[in-house]
C-alpha cells in the first residue's frame, strides 16, 4: 500500500482513519448548514463544526455536483474561488484544505491560493489534472468517472467503476474514491451495494481510498430512513467500510463520523507492514480481490488459490467419511480434520472446486455441490 502524505498529514494503512469535513462556498449545494457566501461565517462554520470536532480534511466544493445542475466552467468556479481562498486564510485550526474541482486550473489556482489538495470529482478527465497534481507534490483524490467533465461519477458497472480510475493514471499521492451516490440515472442503489460489498477490491491499485457514504440512499433505504434520520445506518457502515480497507471517510457529522471511524479502527484485523524490508500483508478475502494485485503486480497465478475457506461438515456417515478422505487425498491443497464434534474442511478456492467437481459420491456430492455453488 502507497501511503501518501498530505501537507503533512499521513494516510493509508498504519495512520488513523482520517475525517474529512465539508464546506460548500456554491448556493446549489443540497445541505445548508454547509453552505456559505461570506468568507468570516465559512470560517467560524470550519473551526467550530469541521476542526474542533475532529475534521482532519476540510474539503471546500465550489460548485454542486447534483446532475440536475448546469456545470460550471472553469471561469465560473474561478470567479467562487476567491471566497473559499478567504475563508481558509480566515480559519484558526489547523487542517488539511482540499479544493474540489474537475478543472487543472482551478486546481492550480487554489494551490496557489494556499489549498493543500486536490479532490477531483471527475477522476482525470481533465487529462492536464494529475500533472498539476504531481507539480505541486500534493494529494489527489480521484473519483471514478467517465472520461467526460460534465458526469462525474457516472459510471454503474462495479467493473467499469475500478477501471476508471485507471483514466490518466495516477499520481504517487493519488487516493481513490469508488463514487458511492446517484451521480447517474442509470445507476442503482443495488450498484452501490455492490460496490460497497466489493470494497476490497479498491485496495488493488496499492493507494489509500476515500468513501462518501454519509446519510446516502443505498444505505438510507435498507432501514427505511430519510435524510434525517440516516446517521446510524452511516455510522454503522462507516465503521464497515474502515474494516474494508477505506482510510478517508468524508462527511457532514464529522464529531460523529469520527467515534464510528474510532471504533472501526480498532477492531479492523492487523495487517503486517514493515516497508523497512519489504514486507506487506494483502488483505484479500476473495479471488477477486487476489485478482486485482495480481494485475497491479503484472504476477501470473490463479486468484482461488490465493484464498482459503473452512466449511464443516456434520452427520457423515462412515461411508461419507471414508469418500470424503479418499477424494481429499487425491488434491493437494485440501485438508479435512475429523473430530468427535464434526468434520472440517478447508483449502484454496480452486482445491475446494475441484474437489466439488470430481466428487462422485452420491449423497457426498450434494454437499460439496453447496459448496460448490458458494464458491462459485
Known sequence: MQNVDAAGLGIGDGYPTRIMGV????????????????????????DRELIDQGADIVDVGLESANKKFEVLSADEELDRLDTAIETIQSVSGD????????????????????????????????PEMPRVCAAYDVAVAKMASPPDLERPGAIEDV????????????????????????????????????????????????????????????????????????????????????????HVVRTHDVAETLDAAKIGDRFTRARLRAPDIGVEELDVTTPREAERHLARTGAEADPGAAVTRVFELSGLSADETDALGSLVA??????????????????????????????????????LDAIHGALA
Request: a negative charge; charged letters at 25%; aromatic letters at 8%.
Open 330 to 367: 487425491t488434491h493437494p491443497g485440501v485438508e479435512v480434520a475429523q473430530g468427535p464434534g464434526g468434520t472440517l474442511l478447508f483449502g484454496s478456492v480452486s482445491s475446494l472446486v475441484s474437489l466439488a467437481q470430481d466428487a462422485d459420491h452420491e449423497e457426498l456430492a450434494a454437499r
Open 95 to 126: 487542517a488539511v484544505f482540499s479544493i474540489e474541482t474537475r478543472y487543472h486550473e482551478v486546481a492550480e489556482a487554489a494551490l496557489d491560493g494556499g489549498f493543500d489538495m486536490v479532490n477531483d470529482i471527475c477522476g482525470f478527465a481533465d
Open 159 to 246: 467493473d467499469d467503476i475500478y477501471d476508471a480510475l485507471a483514466q490518466n493514471g495516477l499520481t504517487d499521492k493519488t487516493i481513490v474514491d469508488p463514487a458511492f451516490g446517484g451521480w447517474s440515472e442509470a445507476k442503482t442503489l443495488d450498484d452501490d451495494r455492490e460496490t460497497f460489498d466489493r470494497l476490497r477490491e479498491f485496495r488493488g491499485y496499492g493507494q489509500p481510498i476515500l468513501v462518501s457514504i454519509n446519510r446516502k440512499n443505498f444505505l438510507r433505504e435498507l432501514a427505511g430512513r430519510d435524510t434525517e434520520d440516516a446517521l446510524p445506518v452511516s455510522l454503522a457502515a462507516t465503521a464497515m467500510a474502515i474494516e474494508r480497507g477505506a
Open 23 to 46: 464546506l460548500n462556498v456554491s448556493k446549489e449545494s443540497p445541505y445548508k448548514p454547509s453552505v456559505f457566501d461570506d468568507p468570516g461565517e465559512a470560517a467560524e462554520y470550519v
